[in-house]
């Protein structure tokens, strides 16, 4: 069930952005990203967002330590970050394709603040534990 959404989604953004490149929708913040081919590694920074990888692999290094962000990934930023980034996994029959939606925190803030929602009961920490795996540098 998850693949074929997964798959499903990945078709929907394909045919939306035929072109390599940035893709700006009509939500604002919302972009679309399609890359076929690796890049090298270059330093950014994210700005709060939130990312969805559905194809392909990008290698991310935040504040020294190191994600593998593929088809199973998403990436939240809440506060500006530097980083450093590499595609390492697109084609032209298998691009890299991503949802990247910007985030206004003091508003996500305001929601929050006057939303509730159950307790949650959290025994332990997880990170990373299925979807992203540990690197070498750049």
């Known amino acids: 069930m998850v693949i074929e959404m997964r798959r499903s989604l990945a078709r929907r953004i394909a045919a939306r952005?035929?072109?390599?490149?940035?893709?700006?929708?009509?939500?604002?913040?919302?972009?679309?990203?399609?890359?076929?081919?690796?890049t090298p590694c270059y330093r950014a920074s994210y700005e709060p967002s939130l990312s969805i990888f559905v194809q392909g692999r990008k290698r991310i290094n935040l504040g020294g330590t190191e994600y593998l962000c593929?088809?199973?990934?998403?990436?939240l930023s809440s506060i500006d970050v530097p980083a450093e980034s590499q595609?390492?996994?697109?084609?032209?029959k298998v691009p890299l394709?991503?949802?990247?939606?910007s985030l206004d925190m003091p508003t996500s803030g305001r929601f929050s603040?006057?939303?509730t929602c159950p307790k949650l009961r959290l025994h332990r920490t997880v990170k990373g534990s299925r979807s992203v795996r540990r690197l070498s540098d750049c």
């Open 17 to 38: 952005t035929r072109k390599e490149g940035e893709h700006k929708t009509a939500i604002p913040g919302l972009i679309l990203y399609h890359r076929m081919s690796p």
């Open 70 to 75: 593929d088809g199973s990934s998403f990436l």
């Open 87 to 92: 595609i390492v996994e697109a084609s032209e």
């Open 97 to 101: 394709l991503c949802m990247f939606l």
């Open 113 to 115: 603040a006057v939303t």
